[in-house]
């Protein structure tokens, strides 16, 4: 079921409609997992700024192991609901419940990065490693990272695996394995020893995702991680995410402007327009159909809604890894 | 007539009396230096500026309250050296209101400004224009001790005490002890501090931690070398080390080095010269800087020509 809120009310004043949805997910994606356990709920939730809601209220459900693709336009509100929902923002109304052992893990968009610090590809990578919450052992064998390459949707798995340094001392050797793997999956390993600031727009990117990846997270959040990217990347990439998802279990939150390699990975999908004052969530499929999504992207993108799935999902994974 | 400039051999022979001195320049040029990356790379240069004239408010402020206090007993205690304050209650030690002041402008720096309608920059401006205004104000109505608040604010400061030299040292051993400690994480939240958050690290710790660092180093070094040297070894060496290298551990290993240096070395060139030791740290600070600026400018053209002449050499000829 697909619920959508009218779109002729200005957006700071309809406190009284709400958007809800708790369908399950195509495919049975959603089957295994408890309907009564997310990661993270939003109950009439409004996100804005300076205590104004730039979008009518919102309830959803992140279940375990879903991949949610936030589409909209620039400025619809699409970083401000990320935020909100990680606890960076306050919401405006509404509440947002995390689960006790949510574990998020972060991708920027690149140009927040400023280029003055001196990082080296290795060490940002490294960073997705440092994690207060999570220092104790994990007695869980190490396989090798391989070189089946993005391309495979191989389980990126080196997050969940090995211990972390902590927050105190240098990084250890299971930190240095888990970054270094990471690399190897987004094609990037030969960047190890480079400046970040010193790469090109597509091998920063690459470098982004391999931090996300590197961590041990139960849900990751990836503002536009296909930007800046060529087309057989950019599918690598969404390879890549989505075996988080099928091999890992992870849940996914990507803000993208690719309706068409997006949501056909997508099990859900949350469609935000300020403009017209409307949130659309629902499954992945019925989203991609609206009528609210075709206004907005169909005349002016050429990466309109097509009439199917760009790229079949990846392969089961060998083994299952969590 | 032949003028008697002081030579080398006449600061070794003394080297007792400037010790102190000097090793408080050179532990407070490290600390300063070092803790200056963090500064360089946060963007907040003028905080460590704002934060040192809050210092030397402070200094201000402990001259002229007891002043106003007790003005009897206050006059007595300084009659017999205005530039000691053995007989001074510890309330009124200048280096606790240094410290004082220094982190109530640390503490504003904490704050999120936005929500007061004015940006970060707006903030640094407000506590160093304010802080410099009260302390000149003050001081004008200062007679016993304007010799002193002149020394601390433009840093012309010849012999420091020993506790300043105590302080100094233990500030540097804990503070970059701990800044080494938990290196990873502070930068890590100084470079992406969304992400930080996100991953669960106590980013308004980290930060206040360096906040405080900043603040409680800036104390300790403008009561004893004035707030014009602390300002400058809170950015220059840090610049200089970010011209020389871009290893991120090796840029602080350098800065700090680059700060002992001037601090040491600008109270030696002092006394040769017969200058402001305060102005010839950072004037040394500054030459320090152009220095590696020059090298690096030196060291890219012999890269590229390298390369230029690897290049014609491996292209076919004919």
Redesign the interface.
Known sequence: MLISLPADTAPSTMPSSSTSSSEPAPGGRDEGTSSADPLLVAAALEIGHDGAAILPPMDLRIERGTFWAIIGPNGSGKSTFVRTILGLDRPIRGAVTRAPDLRAAYMPQQATLDPIFPIRVLEFVLMGRIDRRRVAPQPRAVGGSGGAGAGGGRAPDHGARGTHGGLMGPPSRDDLQAARAALRDVRAAELERRLLRDLSGGQRQRVLFARALAADANLYVLDEPTAALDIATEREVLGLISALRDQRGASIVMITHLVDDGLSRADRALLLDRDHGTTLVGPAAEVRSAPELLRLYSPLHGHGPGPGPAEPPPSPPAAPVD | MPTDTPTFADFLANWPIFRDAVLTGAFAGALLGFLGVQV??R?MVFASSAISQAAALGVALSFWIPSVIDPVGHAAAHSGNPGVHSSIPLLFDPVVWALGTSLVATLLFTVNPVRWRITGEGLLGIVFLASSAFAVIIGDRLTQETHDLAAILFGSAVVVRRSDLVLVTGAMVSLMGLHI??W??L??V???P?????????VGKLNAFVFLAVGVGVAFSTRALGALPVFAFSVLPALAA?LL????SL?FALAAALGAMSGAGGYLVSFRAETPVGATQAALAVAVLLLASAWRTVARTLARSRGAAASASSSPTG
Do not use: E, K, S, Y
């Open positions: 360089v790379l963007r400690l938990f990873r994480p930068i890590f100084a470079f992406d969304v992400a930080a958050r996100v991953q669960g690290l106590p970010l290298t871009t290893r991120l840029v």
